[in-house]
C-alpha cells in the first residue's frame, strides 16, 4: 500500500528559512513560474530530500508555501472528514490540522476523491487559509488552525467531484464552482465569508482554476472551459467570453505578452486569445479585438509561458511530438508560441520552470517525476523531456 507523504528539498527548505520565499497557492502566484534557481533536478528517498513526513487522509491538492509554513488539504473516513493541514517548513513537522465534517458526501471519481483543490494563503507572518470543498464549502482558517467562518456553496451534481482552487483578489477570495446542476463563479468577502457577488457560467462540470491577470492597466479573472471568460474581480461583471474549447477542461489558463492561451486539457484544441475586447470573442472577425488569435489541437494537460516566444506544454502520452503550429495570428509582430511537450503520462503537474535556464518539473499519476531540458534522463523512467521548436 502506498503511504501519502509530502517531501521538501534541502535547498528549497533552506531557502524558506532564510529568505522566507512563498508559493501561496495553485501554481504559486498563479503563474507557475518560480524565480528560484539552484534547484535540484533528481532526487528519490535517499537523495536531495530535506525532510518527509507522512501525511493524514488522501488527497490531491498542491501543497503551498505561506510564512515559513506548507498548508495542503486532505480527506478520510469515507468522504465524511476534511482537513487542512499545516507543516513547519523547516522540519516538516505537523503544527496543526483542522478536521471538518461534510454535510454531503457526494458521489465522485476514484482519482479526484474529495481534496484537489489547492488551498490559497495572504499574509506573509500570520496567513489566513482558505480552502475549498464541495462540503462544508469554502473555509477560512487563522494562522494557528482557528475556524474564522465558512461560506457553503453546493450541494453540487457531478459525478467526478470538483477540483477547482479558490484565489485572492485583494480582500476577496474568488471561487469556480462548475458543475452539471448550473455552474457559477462567486467572490466573498475575505474577513467575514460574505458573498459579494455570484455569476453563472454556462458550461457544465469545468475542473480549471481561474487565474487574475492585468491587461491594457486593468485586472481580470480568466476562466478556462468550453467557453473561456474574462470577468471583472471587483464586480463578477462578464468582460468577454470565447468558446470553442472540449468539454471537461481542467488545465488553468495562462497568460503572457499581453494573450491568454488555454488548452483543453482532452483532445481539443488550444487557443491564444487576445483579452483586451469585449462581448462574444468566438464570433469576431479574427483580425478583431478580442478574436481567436490563434488555434492548435492539442491534448494534454499544462501550460506555461516560458522563455520568450515560447508555451510549455505537458501533453499524455509516452514520446514527445510536435503539437502544431498556430494558425492565424493577424499581428506580424506576434511570433507563433512554441510548445513543450514532456515524454510519458503527466496527470497532476503544477510546478513552473525556473529560468535561466527554463526548467520544468512535473509529476505523473504514479508519483514519478521528471524535469524537462536538464539533459538528464527524469526519475524513474529514463529518457527525458523534449522541447520542440514549432515553426
Known amino acids: 500500500m502506498r503511504v501519502p507523504a509530502i517531501l521538501l528539498f534541502p535547498v528549497l527548505a533552506a531557502h524558506l528559512v532564510a529568505f522566507g520565499g512563498d508559493w501561496p497557492g495553485w501554481r504559486g502566484d498563479g503563474s507557475g513560474i518560480s524565480p528560484e534557481t539552484g534547484l535540484p533536478l533528481r532526487w528519490d528517498t535517499q537523495t ?113 467531484g470538483l477540483a477547482s482552487s479558490p484565489i485572492l483578489y485583494k480582500d476577496s477570495v474568488v471561487q469556480v464552482c462548475d458543475d452539471d446542476g448550473g455552474g457559477f463563479i462567486v467572490g466573498v468577502d475575505a474577513a467575514t465569508g460574505k458573498v459579494r457577488w455570484r455569476t453563472p457560467r454556462p458550461d457544465p462540470r469545468q475542473y480549471a482554476t481561474p487565474i487574475l491577470i492585468e491587461h491594457q492597466g486593468k485586472p481580470q479573472i480568466v476562466v478556462n472551459g468550453m467557453t473561456v471568460i474574462g470577468y471583472e474581480p471587483a464586480t463578477g461583471r462578464e468582460l468577454w467570453r470565447c468558446r470553442g474549447m472540449n468539454h471537461l477542461c481542467s488545465p488553468s489558463a495562462v497568460y503572457a505578452d499581453g494573450l491568454v492561451y488555454a488548452a483543453s486539457g482532452r483532445n481539443g484544441p488550444a487557443m491564444a486569445i487576445d483579452p483586451g475586447g469585449s462581448g462574444d470573442g468566438a464570433r469576431a472577425d479574427l483580425a478583431g479585438a478580442n478574436g481567436v488569435l490563434g488555434q492548435s489541437p492539442l491534448s494534454g494537460g499544462l501550460d506555461l ?65 521528471y524535469t524537462s531540458g536538464s539533459g538528464q534522463a527524469p526519475i524513474g523512467y529514463g529518457g527525458h523531456g523534449v522541447e520542440i521548436p514549432v515553426r
Open 48 to 160: 536531495n530530500i530535506a525532510w518527509k513526513t507522512l501525511l493524514p487522509g488522501k488527497g490531491n491538492s498542491s501543497p503551498i508555501v505561506r510564512g515559513g509554513r506548507v498548508f495542503l488539504t486532505s480527506w478520510d473516513g469515507a468522504g465524511r472528514k476534511r482537513s487542512v493541514l499545516c507543516f513547519d517548513a523547516r522540519d516538516g513537522r505537523l503544527l496543526w490540522q483542522r478536521d471538518l465534517t461534510a454535510d454531503v458526501v457526494a458521489k465522485t471519481n476514484y482519482n479526484n476523491g474529495y481534496a484537489s483543490s489547492t488551498a490559497v494563503a495572504d499574509g506573509a507572518s500570520s496567513p489566513r487559509v482558505f480552502a475549498f470543498f464541495d462540503s462544508p464549502g469554502l473555509v477560512a482558517l487563522g494562522p494557528n488552525g482557528e475556524l474564522l467562518w465558512t461560506r457553503p456553496l453546493g450541494p453540487f451534481k457531478s459525478d467526478w
Open 305 to 369: 509561458p516560458g522563455r520568450p516566444g515560447r508555451v510549455h506544454h505537458v501533453q499524455d502520452g509516452h514520446v514527445a511530438s510536435p503539437a502544431g503550429q498556430l494558425q492565424g495570428d493577424p499581428r506580424a509582430d506576434s511570433p507563433c508560441p512554441r510548445l513543450l511537450h514532456l515524454a510519458r503520462r503527466a496527470s497532476a503537474s503544477e510546478a513552473g520552470p525556473h529560468p535561466p535556464p527554463a526548467r520544468l518539473p512535473a509529476t505523473n499519476a504514479t508519483g514519478a517525476s
